[in-house]
C-alpha cells in the first residue's frame, strides 16, 4: 500500500475512531505494519503536534484558553505539598487544576487534566486507576503525583508496596530512559529529579527552528535508551512502566504542552514553553530547574475538547516510534552490566498468546487487549490486601481500565511466565521513598 493511502487509511479510522467505540472500528481492519522503515519514517514525520490525527483546523478561543488567574493562580508547592516525576501533573497542581496539596482522586484527575490539557477523560481515569491501584490507597480514592504522603507513612492501601506515589513506583509506573529524568538506579533510587543534561539534550532537538515535533522525539528517546544500556547496569524494560509510559510521555508533551491558535490550530511547541512546563529557566545549554516549580504558560490554549488525546491516540503515536525508530521498543534488560541488553518475547511472556509484534501494530486493539490484562495481572497478589481493598480494587478495574478495549473481542491470556524477568538485575530493585520529594 502506498504510504498517503495507509496514512489516509489511519486517519479514516482514527476519525470514525473516537467513541463510541474505536477499539472497535481499529478491529476491522487489517493489521497494519507499514512496508518498510522509509513509510514509517515518512509517517511518523508527517505528525502534526496534534498527533496522527490534525485537529482538523479546529480553533476556539473560548474554549481552549487556559486560565492562570484566580483560583488557577500559579503558586509554588508549600513545604508540605508534594511533586514528583511528571511535569504535567506537578504544572497542574500548581495551578489549582488538581489539588495542590499533590494527592488527588480519579474524578478530580479526569476533570483537571481536561480543562488543562485536553486529555480524554478515559485517559486520565486509566491512568489515575492504575496509579491508585498500585501506588496510592484504594481505600479512599487517592493517589500522590509524587511521593508517599506524610499521613500514610507508606502503610496505607497501595497494592504494590503501599502508598508510595508515582516517585517510588519504579518499574510500576516510572522506567528508565525517561526524557528529563534519571534511571532510578544511577541516582539512589531518585527518578523524580530533573536532569539538567537530560533536559538539554531533549531541548536541542528543537534548536534549530524553535519547534518541538512528534518526529524529534521519537529520535531523542532513542538515544536516551541507548544511553540507559551503555551506564545503566540495571536498566530495565518492563513491560508497562517502560516499555509504554516512558515512550507515552514523549509524546505528551508535543501533544498536550503545544499551543494552539488561529494561525496554527494542531498546536506548536517552542523552546520557552517547553522549558516552562518543565520548571527550566536559562539558555541552551545553561539551564537552571526550579524544583516543583512547573507552570503552565501565559496566554497558553490547549487543544480542542472535542480532538482529546485519548487512549487509541497514545497506541498509535507509541506504535508509529516503535515502526520508525526500532530501538525504541524495549521488553527485557541488560543481564550483567552495561552493554548486555537481552530482549524477551512477549509470546514467551503470555504463552504465546500476544507477539511483541502486537505492541508494534498500528492497529491498537492488540496492545489494549494486552495492556487491560496484564495491568489487572497484579489484582492475584492481592490475596495479601484487606478484603475492603480489594472490592475497591476490583471496582477500578471493572469501570476504568477493562472499558480500554471497547467491545473487541481480546485474545485471553491464560498465564505470565513472569520467572523470565529473574535474569535482569534491574527487575529487583525497587527503591522506597521518604515522605515527601522536596523534604530535605
Ligand atoms: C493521571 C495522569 C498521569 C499520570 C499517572 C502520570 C504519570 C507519570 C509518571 C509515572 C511519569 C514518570 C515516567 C518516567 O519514568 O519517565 C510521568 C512522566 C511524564 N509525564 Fe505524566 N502522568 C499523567 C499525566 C500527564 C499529563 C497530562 C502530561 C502532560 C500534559 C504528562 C506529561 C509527562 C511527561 C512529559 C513526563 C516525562 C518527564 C521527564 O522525563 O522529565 N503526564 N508521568
Keep these: 500500500m502506498e504510504l498517503h493511502l495507509l496514512t489516509l487509511t489511519i486517519f479514516c479510522v482514527l476519525a470514525s475512531a473516537f467513541p463510541p467505540d474505536v477499539l472497535s472500528a481499529l478491529a476491522a481492519v487489517e493489521d497494519l505494519q507499514l512496508p518498510n522503515i522509509d513509510a514509517a519514517l515518512d509517517l511518523s514525520k508527517s505528525r502534526t503536534n496534534c498527533g496522527p490525527t490534525p485537529c482538523g483546523g479546529i480553533f476556539n478561543a473560548k474554549e481552549q484558553y487556559v486560565p492562570t488567574t484566580g483560583k488557577h493562580a500559579y503558586a509554588s508547592p508549600a513545604a508540605n505539598q508534594i511533586r514528583g516525576p511528571c511535569p504535567g501533573l506537578n504544572a497542574a497542581a500548581n495551578h489549582g487544576y488538581l489539588s495542590r496539596s499533590g494527592v488527588t482522586t480519579l474524578p478530580e484527575t479526569m476533570t483537571g487534566l481536561g480543562d488543562a490539557y485536553g486529555m480524554s477523560p478515559e485517559l486520565s481515569a486509566f491512568l489515575a486507576a492504575y496509579a491508585i491501584i498500585t501506588n496510592g490507597s484504594p481505600l479512599t480514592g487517592t493517589w500522590s503525583i509524587g511521593g508517599p504522603p506524610p499521613s500514610s507513612g507508606g502503610l496505607l492501601g ?106 496554527e490550530p494542531n498546536g506548536y511547541l517552542d523552546g520557552e514553553m517547553f522549558k516552562t512546563f518543565f520548571g527550566v529557566t536559562g539558555d541552551y545549554p545553561n539551564f537552571t530547574w526550579l524544583k516543583g516549580q512547573e507552570r503552565i504558560p501565559e496566554n497558553w490554549y490547549r487543544r480542542p475538547s472535542s480532538v482529546p488525546y485519548g487512549i487509541p491516540n497514545g497506541f498509535l503515536d507509541v506504535a508509529i516510534n516503535f515502526q520508525a525508530y526500532p530501538g525504541t521498543f524495549r521488553l527485557g534488560g541488560n543481564t550483567n552490566g552495561v552493554n548486555t541488553y537481552v530482549g524477551i518475547d512477549l509470546s514467551d511472556l503470555t504463552g504465546g498468546v500476544y507477539h511483541s509484534s502486537d505492541l508494534l501494530d498500528l492497529k491498537s486493539s492488540n496492545a489494549a487487549c494486552f495492556y487491560a490484562q496484564f495491568v489487572q495481572a497484579v489484582i492475584p497478589d492481592a490475596a495479601a490486601t484487606l478484603l475492603g481493598e480489594l472490592s475497591a480494587i476490583l471496582n477500578l478495574v471493572n469501570k476504568w481500565i477493562k472499558p480500554i478495549t471497547g467491545s473487541v473481542k481480546c485474545r485471553v491470556i491464560g498465564r505470565y511466565d513472569q520467572t523470565l524477568f529473574n535474569k535482569f538485575p534491574g527487575y529487583k530493585y525497587k527503591p522506597k521513598g521518604q515522605a515527601t520529594n522536596y523534604r530535605e
Design 158 to 263: 497501595g497494592l504494590l508496596g503501599g502508598s508510595q506515589g508515582i516517585s517510588y513506583s519504579h518499574n510500576i509506573y516510572e522506567g528508565d530512559g525517561s526524557i528529563a529524568r534519571n534511571d532510578a538506579y544511577l541516582n539512589n533510587g531518585d527518578a523524580h529529579s530533573l536532569n539538567i543534561t537530560r533536559f538539554a539534550s531533549a531541548y536541542a532537538t528543537g534548536l534549530a527552528n524553535d519547534r518541538y515535533t512528534l518526529d524529534g522525539f521519537a529520535q531523542d528517546l532513542l538515544s536516551k535508551i541507548q544511553e540507559s544500556i551503555a551506564t545503566n547496569p540495571y536498566y530495565f524494560a518492563a513491560p508497562f512502566s517502560t516499555t509504554l509510559v516512558v515512550p507515552v510521555a514523549y509524546n505528551f508533551v508535543i501533544n498536550l504542552f503545544s499551543n494552539h491558535s488561529a494561525a
